[in-house]
């Protein structure tokens, strides 16, 4: 286990609404973080990428009933 930490996969409707809630609280704590005059473009892009990965795992299957 690198990193000391696992994600537990729990293929359902529930565990994609679990993701996406932690996924924006992540996003939310990145901007408020990162947040700076200028930092807009960069912030836009993360929050896009995050959006990207979520999509990608939700059509594969990871989270389908």
Same mark, same amino acid.
């Given at each position: 286990?690198? $990193?000391?930490?696992?994600? #537990? /996969? #729990?293929?359902?409707?529930?565990? &994609? !609404?679990?993701?996406?809630?932690?996924?924006?609280?992540?996003?939310? #704590?990145?901007?408020?973080?990162? $947040? /700076?005059? $200028?930092?807009?473009?960069? !912030?836009?892009?993360?929050?896009?990428?995050?959006?990207? /990965? &979520? &999509?990608? #795992?939700?059509?594969?299957?990871?989270?389908?009933?």
């Amino acid at each position: 286990m690198a $990193g000391g930490f696992a994600l #537990e /996969v #729990e293929p359902s409707k529930t565990a &994609l !609404l679990r993701f996406s809630s932690y996924a924006k609280r992540h996003i939310q #704590e990145h901007i408020a973080y990162f $947040g /700076v005059s $200028g930092n807009s473009l960069s !912030l836009r892009t993360y929050a896009y990428q995050v959006s990207r /990965v &979520l &999509l990608k #795992e939700h059509t594969r299957g990871r989270f389908a009933d």
